[in-house]
Nanobody, 121 residues
Framework: VQLQASGGGLVQAGDSLRLSCAAS????????MAWFRQAPGKEREFVAR????????RYAESVKGRFTISRDNAKNTVNLQMNNLKPEDTAVYYC???????????????WGQGTLVTVSS
């Protein structure tokens, strides 16, 4: 699975952004998809994940209620709708794919290249 993330940019606090991740390959619908982020000087952290079917999602506490992950298996895409953005959301955001439901970045087999989100105060 090859992943290509897009949609990042510079926004102000309170604004919204929608990140997208396009996947290649015919097995996209078998993978759990997740978003992680990495801020400067910090470790990569889990943001959200969605099951292969799209029926189950999970979020980091820091984004719960503001971010929504979704997927379209017919189009091989996974999205992250980010509302009410805060300066602490500033990071490079990565989409990732794995066979199992988990929040451990070390266990994800496939990664996109990352897209930068910058939130100004």
């Amino acid at each position: 699975v090859q992943l290509q993330a897009s949609g990042g940019g510079l926004v102000q606090a309170g604004d919204s952004l929608r990140l997208s991740c396009a996947a290649s390959g015919r097995t996209f619908g078998r993978y759990v998809m997740a978003w992680f982020r990495q801020a400067p000087g910090k470790e990569r952290e889990f943001v959200a994940r969605i099951s292969a079917s799209g029926l189950t999602t999970r979020y980091a506490e820091s984004v719960k209620g503001r971010f929504t992950i979704s997927r379209d298996n017919a189009k091989n895409t996974v999205n992250l709708q980010m509302n009410n953005l805060k300066p602490e959301d500033t990071a490079v955001y990565y989409c990732a794919a794995d066979r199992s439901m988990n929040e451990d970045a070390a266990r994800y087999d496939y990664w996109g290249q990352g897209t930068l989100v910058t939130v100004s105060s």
